[in-house]
């Protein structure tokens, strides 16, 4: 019996160790899915090229599916050369002009460190990002989380950076009757102490979170 106990708990190990994902985030941040935002390139800092686009691609499609319908994203012009087109940090700048000039307040970029399947008999797919809320009056950075997640040996990269994406939009709450400014939501609800909620109290300062989970 302690046999059988023993060979299970140490399946389960060798499942939670095979899929894990570490996350950092400023506090969860409250923000209007009725507002026009403009979803910028996502820089690739990984080895795998084309890596931010593919990123851009699922961000666009996590954030849709949260009510952002009004996002609209930069395109490249067909005036730029190959040697534009791959400097990712030049097109950045670009996008961010061209979001001001077309009126969008708020902006959604990002980074990739890695996106790569790891050497190693399973072959398992690793993706590392970052994304960031922008305003794009004054280029500050309103929100920021960072993710790294390993998958199980039969994942493919597509499923688990899009599972990184969800986590890492997991620290936003998205509000169809609100507009302005992104405002900082408490990183948990106090506990209910059966009293009627305060109005009007000042939010929790930005503190980094550490998520660590399977």
Same mark, same amino acid.
């Given at each position: 019996?302690?046999? $059988?106990?023993?060979?299970?708990?140490?399946?389960?190990?060798?499942?939670?160790?095979?899929?894990?994902?570490?996350?950092?985030? %400023?506090?969860?941040?409250?923000?209007?899915?009725?507002?026009?935002?403009? *979803? *910028? &390139?996502?820089?690739?800092?990984?080895?795998?090229?084309?890596?931010?686009?593919?990123? %851009?691609?699922?961000?666009?499609?996590?954030?849709?599916?949260?009510?952002?319908?009004?996002?609209?994203?930069?395109?490249?012009?067909?005036?730029?050369?190959?040697?534009?087109?791959?400097?990712?940090?030049?097109? *950045?700048?670009?996008? $961010?002009?061209?979001?001001?000039?077309?009126?969008?307040?708020?902006?959604?970029?990002?980074?990739?460190?890695?996106?790569?399947?790891?050497?190693?008999?399973?072959?398992?797919?690793?993706?590392?990002?970052?994304?960031?809320?922008?305003?794009?009056?004054?280029?500050?950075?309103?929100?920021?989380?960072?993710?790294?997640?390993?998958?199980?040996?039969?994942?493919?990269?597509?499923?688990?950076?899009? $599972?990184?994406?969800?986590?890492?939009?997991?620290?936003?709450?998205? $509000?169809?009757?609100?507009?302005?400014?992104?405002?900082?939501?408490?990183? %948990? &609800?106090?506990?209910?102490?059966?009293?009627?909620?305060?109005?009007?109290?000042?939010?929790?300062?930005?503190?980094?979170?550490?998520?660590?989970? &399977?």
């Amino acid at each position: 019996m302690r046999l $059988k106990i023993l060979a299970s708990v140490l399946v389960l190990s060798s499942i939670l160790l095979s899929a894990c994902e570490t996350m950092t985030s %400023s506090n969860r941040v409250i923000v209007s899915s009725a507002e026009k935002w403009a *979803l *910028l &390139p996502i820089v690739n800092l990984s080895k795998t090229p084309l890596a931010g686009n593919r990123a %851009s691609a699922l961000v666009e499609t996590h954030l849709r599916s949260r009510g952002v319908n009004q996002l609209e994203a930069y395109k490249a012009t067909s005036s730029d050369s190959v040697i534009a087109l791959l400097d990712d940090a030049g097109q *950045l700048t670009k996008a $961010k002009a061209w979001a001001r000039q077309n009126g969008f307040r708020y902006g959604i970029t990002g980074d990739v460190q890695e996106w790569q399947y790891k050497n190693g008999l399973d072959n398992e797919p690793s993706v590392g990002m970052t994304l960031k809320f922008v305003d794009l009056q004054t280029d500050e950075v309103m929100w920021v989380a960072s993710a790294t997640r390993t998958g199980w040996g039969y994942s493919n990269l597509s499923s688990t950076a899009s $599972k990184t994406i969800d986590e890492l939009l997991t620290q936003v709450r998205f $509000k169809s009757d609100s507009r302005g400014r992104p405002t900082m939501a408490a990183a %948990s &609800p106090a506990p209910s102490t059966g009293a009627a909620p305060a109005r009007n109290q000042p939010t929790a300062p930005i503190r980094p979170a550490i998520i660590n989970q &399977p």
